[in-house]
């Protein structure tokens, strides 16, 4: 951290350089072990009480999706508890099986894109 930097901007800068560890600690702090209900409540949490991060989480949120991981399955898995059933017990390819884990973080996405502009909402200028 330089020394001209408060801490929210070094940790801002971290995010946006490390995307994929942001998003690991976003799972892990939000979505392990939490139902749906709670992570939106902390999400919410976030928004009222953090919002720089919050916006720093939707952006790092974007970009993942943008350009998932190869192992996205595995990251969701392991550090969000994130276990998707994939609709039957006999062999489903991993691609399709992969594309479940792509539209429920798409779905994430969104979802705390609308939360956040409900606390935040975007400035429109006065030519709008």
Known sequence: MAPEESYMEYLQKEHREKPLEFFT?????????RSEEEAIREWKR??????????DAIRCLETILADPPANLIEIMQENGWILL????????????YRQQYV???EKWVNQCRDVYFTYH??????ID
């Open 25 to 33: 600690k976003l799972l892990t702090d939000i979505r392990m072990g």
């Open 103 to 105: 539209e429920w973080l």
């Open 46 to 55: 976030l928004c009222e009480q953090v919002s720089w991060y919050a916006e």
């Open 121 to 126: 909402p975007p400035v429109r200028s006065p």
């Open 85 to 96: 059933d994939h609709g039957s017990q006999s062999y489903t390819p991993i691609k399709a």
